[in-house]
């Protein structure tokens, strides 16, 4: 089993910028893609962005060139940088693993963009 905990959320006006960040633990052999997907109320949940473990990353094309995701492979870890950010972004942001096979989910962050 793997567990992933999310931080980073909170409340920004728009045109501003947060960083999300998620740190996995647990049986971990070797984690593959990782990645952010967010839902907003009404509606599903969506991808944001992913990365393989070599680094490439993936991108909706709603947060190209606005949001840019890293990781760390040593601490088990990937990250959101999210700038120039909108009412739109609003959602419930959740981390994604991919482990041998099986796929885990974090409980989310909550990220609130004001007008």
């Known amino acids: 089993q793997v567990q992933l905990v999310e931080s980073g959320g909170g409340l920004v006006q728009a045109g501003g910028s947060l960083r999300l960040s998620c740190a996995a633990s647990?049986?971990?052999?070797?984690?593959?893609?990782m990645g952010w997907y967010r839902q907003a109320p009404g509606k599903p949940r969506e991808l944001v962005a992913t990365?393989?473990?070599?680094?490439?990353?993936n991108y909706a094309d709603s947060v190209l060139g606005r949001f840019s995701i890293s990781r760390d492979n040593a601490k088990y870890a990937v990250y959101l940088q999210m700038n120039s950010l909108k009412p739109e972004d609003t959602a419930v942001y959740y981390c994604?693993?991919?482990?041998?096979?099986?796929?885990?989910w974090g409980k989310g962050t909550l990220v609130t963009v004001s007008s």
């Open positions: 994604n693993a991919q482990e041998r096979q099986m796929s885990y």
């Open positions: 647990g049986n971990i052999f070797r984690l593959n893609v």
């Open positions: 990365i393989t473990q070599g680094g490439n990353p």
